[in-house]
């Protein structure tokens, strides 16, 4: 471990902050998926580097729950998405707002 | 250190690529190549057997899933977002706070540097059966220390398949699950109350 | 063994009903009086039947899968079955199926609130009997609201309850601790005035007590006869139990401390209760409210730290479980004929039915502590304890209440079975053989309590033994100085 | 055991004939007399060891130490044993010839056999809490006999009244129970006598004397709980007859005496008992004169022969006042009785305005009546003599000079109010055709004369005629004991003063204190008793005033001043001050302070919570970027915490 793990948080923080960016500011679902994907991979990186720095093999086991958890959500996600399309003849999130209180 | 850098960069690249790609079949290319240049990472973290999760799962299983959906939904002949934006500026405060958000964790991670407690895993290095991040380590703290987590994990993965079958399915299996009817939502009252007998004079008021 | 299958049986059970297909209630109803039959079989036949445990967690505190009989609740757990099989006998009707099915599930719960030894598991029980009655007024009662107040009100005190029995396991590091005694001073009184607030709070709610009474009154009124029977003979009594098996070992001086404000709640629901209940046009309210007075005398008892007072609730613990199951079933039969529950509307019914009209007639007599029935045995020791141990204000109040109970279940009896006959209403027939026997069993119960409560009376010296230090010391009457020399 | 069968036998009868009273149908009368007339044989049998030295005492069981049952058959209790089997025996046939139409006949006699048990139990019961089972039980003994036409909303009213009032008095006796255990912690007889100088300061005993007493007031009608005893005449008559006059009202008799060594021990009980005893002795003579109804009339005569009773135990001649008890028992019996026939001939007229020249139409009513008649005025000769001379001398021997006056005036005026009632009833001529409003009749349906529909349901003239043997035989046997049993007590080392020699402690004033001696007070007393005739004969009875009967009974009735019509107003004064308040304070919980005060409590909270989920829901657009912006909101917080509490800190 020849970098610093500062510098391995510092790319995991850069990445989160594109996936946030991206979540609120793409209206396309797809893309919206795709950058909760970033965002698990950003807090994926953490955990793998601190668990190498501290040698503890927990933070690997946390990663693969978050890549399992991560599969259930694109797969539900995924789902919802073509559900609507199947209604609608485009995909727009701020068409979808049934969840209106 | 070289290595490091060159990752990075590419990560933050292809995240920056798939994030403002226009159309999803584009950013699905930069989601990948963000997930290799990872799975790479992960090496260089000694995550073996992460490492190798993160192309079979994610390149392997969701990145393709997504192209099914792509493929599916025929996005290429349509346009995805077309409607009217309902909250156009909403990137000001999104780039607000995810700026907050990377400049807290930047002074939080360089302000209190992360104490290396072990430069060098014990137990051989990458590569050697049972050394640190192999498959053989992780497993044995999945399946002996963790296991009620990973329990609940399968169970948490078997809604989802419950769930995707009842939400996407025509038919589930057996035909359990039928196409509903277009309806309009409508909300019953949970409790039809049933008008009050009038021989039953409540309080005697 | 006995235990677990007195706890799970009636739950799985209960449960298993709702494979029977709908429109067969009857096998669903043979079933549920089977298995109460069976539990009171089980329960009489093996009474000595020791503990289930099975270790859950261990942290942040000790808890166990604990059940087994204890000094009160088993005559409880008696109690259940026999109003468990009468109120299953009184099923009818197109949604039998689900009535039945709920009896048993309840009677599952409520086995588990009184058979349990572990406080965690107390409060899980507790909040899970909350359920059959829930679903059950959802289904049954007209009004949807009263539904919601119901689960509102009892929700709240199953929060405190939790929280309460959480902050109890933290500091004393187990909740396996019914039936057994702490350490002094593990529970200290900066903490013990709050978990002590936080399980009379729930206690208070369940039993009624004025001022959170105002649930009861529509609930009772709104439930089924069988599901009221139950709730009223045995779910009532839940809080007052706790007091006894909480309250008294372990936190004693807060009890103490909180003995003015209780009788004075204890005292003020004996009046207001029988007061209501002298107005009262509905009859299964007028029930209600009475039964509100009834367990204000029982607050009353419990807090008096006395012997033979606890002894005396013990008693009317029990006999009050009896008698209002009878009152509820009998009420129930007389809703089925005449389609009303307005005293006003009512009138004359003991001419054509004399059975009915005795069935009512016990039960109501028991209520108003009649000497010779079980109502009477109760009232007595806990009156007497209560004036031994020098609370002679409060005695004097319950003596007057004595005398409003006998006036308002004359007038409960009298407007539904004496007086002209009111012509226009549907056909009568007397008490079917169903009726009778279910509610045949109860009135042997309470007769033979009252002619001798001495079973019960040793297992509650059993529980009143170690007399919690704080609470007689309050005031230091002698109790049994004089007891040696009867004669 | 003998004693068991004594006891139990009635309560085999009343369960008995409950259960299986269809199936048994006319035979349920027989058989329920003949339980109770073996109960009366048994008892007799019983005589030996119930006189012994050492009294018959039977353990039960007990609750817990110190609170043993048992049964208790000594000198007192055995009077009251064969008194409640023997003239219970009798009246239970009559009432085989009384309730013959009846439809709930077994029912009747399920009853009448549960109360004989019931009066067992209390006067048999050797411990204060069996007492008050027995003291209970025959209440509801009392409510379900005078409810027994319980179609009659008269009746059903007059019932609960009886049973509401009964437990005030139950709470009395529940009270003095409370002081007895708590200073002693048993409730046995023995022990609570063997303690009573000891245990009780004279404050407290005093406090459990009153206790007693409140129930025995109850119980047996004293002023100010007596207003229920006229209101159970709605009960057929043979229970007037047994419960309402010989046997359960007198309750509170037995009860003075068996507890009189906590009188004798508190001088301030017994001057509170004896005055009230004087009270109601002649508040009830008085209410007596003002009365129409003859049931009623007997009743108020029965209220104010307890006063006597109750006066002569009260200040500490308990043998007189028991003595009083055990004629009071026949002649009383057998004036309900006589009246009973003539009720029975006339299809349930009871008022005696109505009456008039019965005595040529029902000779042997009249002889009956005539006998109870003289017997309870006092006539020389006849039981009541003595028995009333004993109470009201002893009066004077303890030094009670001013109770005695008013016993010697209550004298007079029971001669005035029950001649009064032969004269009218069988005098003159026959007056049931007349109007009753020519009688001053307003409400005939309010006088008792309208005929109830499931006692006589074939409806039938009234006509006087003479009774069947079934009810005329136990009214002859009555009428010897009621001439001659005052001789028992005749002289002064009678048999009756030897039966009950050292029984009773003796009273604190010798009897050489009496200013007069025992022959002077009975001339007064005499004396009192001619005046009452005098009157009621010059009124009533002679061919002058025989003359003119419809016109005087008319203004008499018109005239009756309002207090004693309306009974002093006890009754209204009970409702305005104690029922109406409680059913306008209960109709204010249930209306109004549950629904509008503590339910809107919990009603605010709600809406409070109902305000905040409002405010919620402003959140929730639907618009799924919006739900990401609040989380990168949140996450942005997070962070910023970090970031300061470390990232900073250094």
Known sequence: MNVAPENYVALSAVLFFIGVVGVIARRNPLIMLMSIELLFNAANLALVTYARAWVNNAGHIFAFLVITVAAAEAAIGLAIVAVTFRKEPFVDVDEVSALRG | ?205 | MTVTALVLGPLVIGLLLYLVPREHGGIARLVAVAVGAISFGLALYDPAAGDASVRWLSRPFAASFHLGFGPVSYWIVVLLALATFGAALAVTGPRSRALAAQLLILQGAMNGVFLAKDLLLFALFWDLMLIPVFLVLVEFAPHGRTAWKYLIYNLAGGLALLLATAAFGYLATTTDVIGKSLPAGTIGSVWGAWIFAGFAFAFLIKTPVFPFHTWMPETYAELPAPMVAVVSAVQSKAGLYGFLIVGLPFLAPEMARAQTLMFALGAIALIYGALASLVERDAKRVVAYSSLSHLGLIVLAVFSGSNLAIAGAVVYIVAHGLFSAVLFLALGAVEQREETRDLARLGGLGARNPKLAGALMLGALAALGLPGLAGFSGEILILTGLYRAGFVWPALVALVAVVLASAYMLRLFQGIMNGPEVPDLPERRDMTWTEALAIAPLVAGFVLLGINPAPLVARAAALAQPAPPALVSVRAVPEDSHAAGAR | MLLYLVWLLPLVGGVGLWAFGPQLKSWAGPIGSALVGVSFIATLFLWRDATAARALDVPLGSWLPGWSFGLLLDRLSLIWTLIITGVGFLIHVYSIGYMDRDRAFARFFAYMNFFVFAMLTLVLSDNVIGLLVGWGLVGLASYFLIGFWFYKPTAVAAARKAFVMNVVGDIGIMFAIFLIVAKLGGIGYGLIFANVGSAFTPHELFLVCLGLFIGCAAKSAQIPLHSWLPDAMEGPTPVSALIHAATMVTAGVYLVARFAPLWSASPDAQELVGAIGALTAIAGAILGCAQWDIKRILAYSTMSQIGYMIMGVGIGAYDAGVFHFLTHAFFKAQLFLGAGIIIHALADEQDVRRMGGLRKQMPFAFAAMLVGVLAISGVPGLSGFFSKDAVVYGALQTGHPWLYAVAVVTAGITAYYMFRLLFVTFFGAYRGAVDPSDLGIRHPELAGTAASPGHHPEEEEPHPHAPGWLMSAPVAILIVPTIAIGWLDFGSNSAWKQFFAGFFPRAADAAGAAPISEAVSTLLVLLAVAIGFAVAYARYGAPAALRGAIARLRTETIRMPGVLVNAYYFDAAFEALLVRPARALGGWFDRTVDPHVIDAGVREAAISAQWLGHLFRSFQTGLVRAYALTLAFGVACIVAYYALAFGGGR
């Open chain 2, 1 to 205: 250190m070289i290595a490091f850098w060159i990752l990075a960069l590419l990560m933050i690249a292809s995240a920056v690529f798939t994030v403002t790609a226009r159309r999803p079949v584009h950013s699905v290319v930069g989601l990948l190549v963000n997930f290799i240049a990872l799975a790479a990472t992960y090496l260089t973290l000694q995550a073996e057997f992460l490492a190798v999760m993160q192309i079979v799962v994610y390149s392997g299983a969701i990145l393709i899933l997504f192209v099914f959906v792509i493929a599916l939904l025929s996005s290429g002949v349509r346009p995805f977002d077309v409607g009217p934006d309902r909250m156009p500026r909403i990137l000001v405060p999104a780039v607000v706070f995810a700026v907050l958000t990377l400049a807290g964790i930047t002074v939080t991670a360089l302000h209190t540097p992360v104490t290396v407690l072990q430069t060098t895993p014990t137990n051989g290095t990458t590569g050697d059966a049972g050394a640190f991040g192999s498959v053989a380590n992780f497993g044995v703290a999945l399946f002996a220390d963790n296991l009620l987590a990973f329990e609940v994990t399968a169970f948490i993965l078997m809604v989802a398949v419950i769930g995707v079958v009842l939400i996407a399915g025509d038919e589930g299996p057996g035909g359990v699950v039928r196409r509903r009817p277009k309806r309009v939502i409508k909300r019953e009252p949970i409790l039809k109350a049933r008008p009050p007998s009038p021989e039953l004079v409540e309080g005697s008021g």
